[in-house]
Every structure is written in structure tokens, then in C-alpha cells.
């Protein structure tokens, strides 16, 4: 399947030009439209804040909100109108433990989802729950772009974080038409498993897989040399130079990953290259 209908999704002016840009230039490179829907985000929260709350109050933060939508949305548009590539924008306000609903809607209908790192300094409580969405309710690939980051149209050295879950699987099946086109892609394995079906010749079903479509790849199998996964292959991605990697999101639950911590929350702390993800 091609990448025809791309979407971002902005909320902090800060966060706006790296996904757009990277948003521009697939589009540009894959003829395909993209929208960019603008939320201004009321981030009070229900039950806490409103408990105390009057009437004035809960009208400046509403006010607040749908003022920081039409900004983002003239940035946008700003941005947009000159690069030549069919594009869109909706404005909107939405409250911070409802951004989930937003986001699905539109995320359901998107081919890909290019949005910004959802961790760092200086970076919302409401970028976690916009990416989860995407992956959860809208079932959609999310290319997360790193701050500051040039943008890319195509990905010539990719690694795939391989470990033979389902959201592995998926997110390979969502990345092909960025693998085929690949001049590497290399499938890497961390401690595999020592008792198994697939002990002696790790990767080797997904790399029989990616082959018959014509993907160039290889195999890394790598020691676990570093205290977390995410360390190990972040640094293999440095090494190799590698331009994306492709990897599943949330194996576990989402609340154990926010509370303990997890491969897909200590990858998008740490990336500095895009990262594509499905679940």
C-alpha cells in the first residue's frame, strides 16, 4: 500500500516545523495530500481543576485554547501554501483528556501520521496521548520526527527492531513501501532467544519475507551490551548510520510503558533519527 493521505497534528507552535516539513517532503516525493489538523488544547483536567473552578475561569481557558488554534493553523497555511503539494487544515479545541477522540478520527483515515518526539524539554503532556491515539484508536503508522531534525523523502539505510512480536510484524507490513525502496534494511535481533523455533537462524523468516519483495536485506544479531534494548539499537543505528527505524510500539500496556518505562517510551526519549512505528 501507498503513502497517499498523510497527517499531522499540531499543538504546540514550537513543535510545528519539523513535522511539517517532513510531512511536505514525503508528500512532494509520494504525490500524496496532507492535512494538518490544529488543536488548541485545553489542559485542565476534569474532576481536579474544575472542582474549584467558575465560570470566568473555565472561559479563559477555552478562550485561551481556541486562540492557540487559529494561531497554529496560520502557521500552518504559512507553511503549507507555498510547497506546491495538495494539502489541508481544520482548527480545533479539545480538552486534553478527550484529544484521544480527536486524533482517532482523523488518524483512522491517514495512510501515515508524521508527528513530533512526545518527550523532551519544554514538550507537552498532551504529545503521549496524541501518538496513542494514532496507534490505538486509529489504527495508523506514526512517523515520529526527532526536534530539529532535516527532513527526509527517502530512507536509504533503515534497521528494523526485530523480536517477533505481532507489533513487530505490523509495523514491517506499515513500513513496505519505505523498505522496498531502501538500499539496506537491516533486520536486527537482540539476545535472541536460546530455546525456540527459530533459535538457529534468527530474523531469517521476516528476511525470507521482505526478500520476495524485493527488500535488500540483512541480518544483525546483537548482544544485549547496554542496560535497556532501546540503548542497543539506538546505537546501532548510529553505527550503521542508518536514516529510520522501524520497530513496534507498546508490546506491553500502555500504563505498565508510562509507569515502569519500556523499549517504545525509551526509544522516542532517546531517538535522534526518525523512528516509524505501528502497533
Not at 499531522?8 to 519539523?18: A, F, N, R
Not at 514525503?26 to 473552578?53: E, I, K
Not at 546501532?236 to 508510562?258: C, I, K, N, Q
Amino acid at each position: 500500500m501507498a503513502f497517499k493521505s498523510l497527517l499531522t497534528i499540531l499543538t504546540d507552535p514550537d513543535l510545528v516545523d519539523g513535522p511539517l516539513a517532513q510531512g511536505i517532503a514525503l508528500s512532494r516525493a509520494l504525490d500524496a495530500h496532507f492535512d494538518a489538523l490544529c488543536l488548541g488544547v485545553d489542559r485542565s483536567q476534569t474532576g481536579y481543576y474544575y472542582a474549584g473552578a467558575n465560570a470566568m475561569i473555565l472561559q479563559e481557558t477555552l478562550t485561551r485554547a481556541q486562540q492557540e488554534s487559529k494561531e497554529l493553523e496560520s502557521r500552518a497555511r504559512d507553511i503549507l501554501s507555498p510547497s506546491g503539494i495538495r494539502w489541508g487544515t481544520e482548527s480545533g479545541v479539545a480538552q486534553i483528556a478527550d484529544i484521544t477522540r480527536h486524533v482517532a478520527a482523523r488518524a483512522r483515515f491517514s495512510d501515515l501520521v508524521v508527528l513530533p518526539k512526545p518527550y523532551g524539554a519544554e514538550h507537552g503532556a498532551e504529545l503521549e496521548p496524541t501518538i496513542e491515539a494514532a496507534l490505538f484508536e486509529g489504527q495508523a503508522p506514526v512517523l515520529v520526527v526527532p526536534d530539529k531534525a532535516e527532513p527526509k523523502t527517502d530512507f536509504k539505510e533503515i534497521i528494523i527492531g526485530w523480536n517477533e512480536s505481532a507489533e513487530a510484524l505490523n509495523a514491517v507490513r506499515a513500513a513496505m513501501p519505505f523498505l522496498t525502496a531502501a538500499d539496506k534494511v537491516r533486520v536486527v535481533v537482540i539476545d535472541p532467544p536460546t530455546h525456540g523455533p527459530n533459535r538457529s537462524d534468527p530474523g531469517g523468516q521476516l528476511s525470507q519475507f521482505l526478500a520476495r519483495h524485493g527488500v535488500r536485506v540483512e541480518i544483525d544479531v546483537l548482544s544485549k551490551t547496554l542496560p535497556r534494548v532501546s540503548d542497543v539499537l539506538m546505537r546501532h543505528a548510529r553505527d550503521t548510520e542508518s536514516d529510520l527505524v522501524v520497530m513496534g510500539a507498546y508490546g506491553h500496556s500502555r500504563f505498565r510503558e508510562a509507569i515502569l518505562g519500556g523499549a517504545t517510551r525509551n526509544m522516542l526519549e532517546q531517538a535522534s533519527i526518525p523512528v516509524f512505528m505501528a502497533h
